[in-house]
């Protein structure tokens, strides 16, 4: 395995030096093979209270001599080291909703402070940038990147489009600069960008072979994030301290690949709106993608029938304000479809949706707002990701790259065919079939990088089955919290799923709306962080109910102890 390039390596030594993070110190291994990985932390920059670090990790676990990569992380350190409990590791989930460069710090720093304060200060908050994330040459493996710059970007996709044309004469239906598609798509469209995504994976790995970088990409997956992860719990709390951690929707599979690869570390596990492990990595993704959408979009229909009502409380939205603005709306469903979907239409494209401006009318209420086509234009530019998102950075890896394609499907357990003309049929069929299917969402539509695993040939070098047996269970218990049906809870898990997929759990169902962040309502905050901190859980069934008005109203006289376990830190 190559080492970093002597630039590469002295860009990650200077921007350590910069942000006060650390370099890694010796290591040891234990009887399994996992390595303990001595560490070093500072604050981020001068006066805060986050720190931040980086820790050498092998690139293969199981074979350390292949190289070693690069794992950074951020801190918000316990109040008091002498009074310290030990570690929550934190994974928000938002894999593909902004850049895959963006630093651990950031969203610590947003989101940490509330849960530090409930948990009184006594345990360290960390969050780290996953493998196949991250800025190239700092954390290692990084981002995968396919183009020099947008240009590069542009150039290819013109050039493969007209080359996938049956006449090469006819002009592209999608804008050369901003590769926009300029009108509603038919299926023939549909097929044709298909066999230019298929062209674009085999041309970035044929550039990431020539960057060096291709030799990495069996190296990412979950399975070696949480070996990365238990390797900084062995740094930060010991090699037999439990450990605990909060994930939200995504973000949970980090907890069920914890609990099925080291059951006896498993700590206490919030599993927030979790996703369901066996559809995550055993099904096709092109249906994941067609169940997904499908339930992205009658979330969004089920906000529209509420906000029909008078009553305010039966017109919410994920984490948004009591009767939401389009601004806030028209945000969301950006996010959504940055998420979802391959494409992405001009404006004049969403001006003809019709069932769009149903929906805008029944979520502005304002007569005098509704009316005003000039509103609802710019209400199409936002969400076409003109007025929130602006221009993509022309050098962003995110942009640039297949996202979180090279993870995803790494993970996967079925094996790459590209010669199986069944499976290419199946697939086509269904991004025909979906092309028009949520009109709330996208005029037309297609999968985002991350459900196309029959075009990407790499799987990474350890993969987990869930339906397979558990030989072990794991040592304390889990709180699972699943919420009311909302547009990023795919696929959802069903409280029945739930109790089968997590038999001891303390299953919590139809909660309010979480966010797919982390700052939820006070309730759902306070409920997280008495398990987190005492291992306890409500005798109510409903706690949160009422949302904020029931916090004050929990008595910690009528929480339960949820596990014994004398290892409990």
């Not at 190559?2 to 030594?13: A, I, R, T, V």
């Not at 293969?60 to 801190?75: I, K, L, M, N």
């Not at 050039?159 to 004469?169: K, T, V």
């Not at 040939?457 to 009311?484: C, G, H, M, N, Y």
């Amino acid at each position: 395995m190559p080492s970093l390039p002597k630039c590469q390596l002295l860009g990650f030594l200077v921007g350590v030096l910069l942000a006060g993070g650390a370099i890694a110190a010796d290591t040891a291994s234990d009887d399994a093979g996992q390595t303990f990985r001595a560490y070093d932390a500072r604050p981020c920059r001068e006066g805060s209270i986050i720190e931040c670090g980086e820790v050498r990790v092998p690139l293969d676990w199981h074979h350390p001599s292949t190289g070693d990569g690069s794992v950074v992380f951020a801190r918000y350190p316990a109040t008091n080291p002498d009074t310290r409990k030990g570690t929550v590791f934190l994974h928000s989930g938002v894999w593909s909703f902004f850049s895959s460069v963006r630093a651990p710090q950031i969203d610590l720093n947003r989101q940490a402070h509330a849960l530090h304060q409930r948990l009184n200060g006594e345990y360290d908050l960390v969050m780290w940038t996953p493998r196949g994330r991250g800025t190239p040459g700092i954390s290692v493996p990084g981002t995968l990147s396919c183009f020099e710059d947008s240009i590069d970007m542009s150039t290819f996709y013109w050039d493969m489009g007209i080359r996938e044309l049956d006449n090469p004469e006819a002009p592209l239906s999608w804008d050369e600069d901003t590769l926009e598609w300029t009108h509603k798509q038919t299926a023939d469209e549909a097929l044709m960008f298909h066999r230019v995504q298929e062209r674009t994976v085999i041309s970035c790995l044929e550039n990431a072979e020539y960057q060096e970088q291709a030799d990495m990409l069996k190296y990412m997956g979950t399975a070696a994030t949480v070996r990365d992860m238990v390797a900084m719990a062995d740094a930060f709390d010991g090699p037999d301290a439990p450990i605990h951690f909060w994930g939200i929707q995504p973000g949970s599979l980090i907890g069920s690949y914890l609990q099925k690869m080291f059951p006896e570390r498993a700590g206490r596990l919030v599993m927030d709106d979790p996703v369901d492990p066996i559809t995550y990595n055993e099904v096709q993704g092109y249906l994941r993608w067609q169940s997904d959408i499908a339930t992205a979009n009658t979330s969004v229909a089920i906000l529209e029938e509420s906000c029909t009502s008078d009553k305010l409380a039966d017109c919410a939205y994920p984490s948004g304000p009591p009767r939401p603005d389009m601004a806030f709306v028209a945000m969301s469903i950006n996010l959504l479809r940055r998420d979802l979907m391959g494409w992405i239409n001009q404006p004049v494209v969403e001006l003809q949706n019709s069932r769009n401006r149903q929906f805008y009318d029944s979520i502005q209420k304002e007569p005098s707002v509704t009316q005003n086509w000039k509103t609802f234009e710019e209400y199409a530019k936002v969400i076409a990701g003109h007025s929130f998102w602006g221009a993509r950075p022309v050098m962003d890896p995110d942009a640039l790259g297949l996202r979180d394609m090279p993870i995803i499907c790494g993970d996967a357990l079925y094996e790459h065919d590209p010669d199986n003309k069944t499976l290419r049929a199946d697939a086509e069929a269904v991004l025909k079939g979906s092309l028009h299917s949520v009109p709330l969402l996208m005029s037309s539509a297609f999968p985002s990088w991350r459900f196309l695993c029959h075009l990407w040939p790499i799987r990474a070098v350890e993969r987990v089955s869930f339906s397979a047996p558990q030989d072990q269970t794991p040592v304390q218990e889990t709180l699972v919290l699943l919420r009311k049906p909302d547009p990023w809870n795919y696929p959802r898990v069903s409280d029945a799923d739930a109790r089968r997929l997590w038999p001891d759990a303390h299953v919590f169902a139809d909660l309010e709306f979480g966010q797919y962040m982390f700052d939820h309502n006070n309730c759902n905050l306070d409920l997280i962080a008495s398990f987190l901190a005492n291992g306890t859980v409500p005798e109510d069934g409903s706690p949160c109910a009422n949302g904020d008005e029931r916090r004050h109203q929990a008595s910690h006289a009528l929480h339960r102890k949820a596990h014994k376990s004398p290892r409990v830190l």
